[in-house]
């Protein structure tokens, strides 16, 4: 697509992600990108870095062609009250705040703005995300818009919004299952020998290794499994003692917990 401006209303810690990751990405010019916030000594990383930096959320919204909004829930209908006074049909607006669902959005800003939903995760810093993103009324070539811009934050796929919650929690609330996970491989790996940065290191390499082969391979993660499971062998040994101590139905109880917790 081609390249858009691109301002982030609130520069906190997904908002000033989102725009790191946008540099980091190498697809934006930081001249495009402007980041708002009422304490913008606190990017003063960005201004450096040639980003626009200021607290004028209005002015910001009407220089860009894209407007991510990263504030705070409670926020939210504050900066689409200010939105509104200069937003046109040709901008396309993006909010990554958590539980705004798009109905409410609209009866702030109407119906002619493209309007999105983005639930990006922390790894957005590094490009690495994983976002789900839900329209009310964006066309084919927007939502080709706004998936291309996570797309170089990450992963990107459009969802329906009455599966954000569910997004969120795999996603976002996924992060930290994940890094549990390596947590306790990398005790298990001081256990039988290794000191604690080596034990991570191996532990979280592993775990980028095996997600690696899924994304690239497109199989099940039972078909790999198996590739490493030999008769009477160590592998499955391990596998099966921790599905006696809980290991799987621990972990779906542990996403539908959350879940039920956001719902």
């Known amino acids: 697509m081609d390249k858009k401006k691109i301002a982030i209303i609130g520069g906190g810690n997904l908002g000033g992600s989102i725009a790191r990751g946008l540099l980091k990405s190498r697809q934006y010019k930081p001249e495009d990108i402007t980041v708002t916030r009422r304490k913008i000594e606190l990017l003063s990383d960005l201004t450096k870095r040639g980003l626009n930096i200021h607290s004028d959320n209005e002015l910001a919204i009407k220089d860009a062609d894209v407007i991510i909004i990263a504030v705070k ?7 689409l009250n200010q939105a509104k006074q200069v937003l046109t ?23 002619e703005i493209p309007l999105f939903r983005a639930m990006p995760n922390t790894a957005i810093a ?15 070539d ?10 170089h934050l990450g992963k990107a796929i459009k ?7 569910a997004s969120t929690v795999l996603a ?4 930290a299952y994940a890094l549990r996970f390596i ?29 690696g082969l899924l994304i690239k391979g497109g199989k099940h993660p039972e078909w ?40």
């Not at 829930?73 to 900066?79: E, G, R």
């Not at 976002?172 to 992060?175: D, F, L, N, R, S």
């Not at 040994?237 to 290991?247: I, K, P, S």
Request: charged share 20%; aromatic share 2%.
């Open 142 to 151: 927007h939502i080709d818009k706004v998936i291309d811009i996570f797309n």
């Open 89 to 111: 049909k040709d901008k396309i607006v993006i909010s990554v705040a958590t539980g705004i669902e798009l109905s409410h959005m609209q009866a702030i800003i109407g119906n």
């Open 126 to 140: 590094i490009t690495e995300s994983m976002t789900c993103i839900a329209t009310a009324n964006g066309s084919v």
């Open 73 to 79: 829930p409670k926020v939210v209908d504050k900066i």
């Open 172 to 175: 976002a609330c996924g992060i």
């Open 224 to 263: 790999e499994i198996d590739k490493v499971t030999t008769p009477a062998g160590i592998t499955i040994a391990g596998l099966n003692e921790m599905e006696h101590q809980g290991f799987s139905s621990s972990l779906i109880k542990g996403v539908l917990t959350s879940f039920e917790k956001i719902e």
């Open 183 to 211: 947590r306790a491989a990398s005790q298990g790996g001081i256990e039988i020998g290794f000191d604690a940065i080596t034990a991570q290191t191996i532990a979280s390499q592993t775990v980028r290794g095996a997600a």
């Open 159 to 165: 969802i329906s919004e009455e599966l954000m919650n």
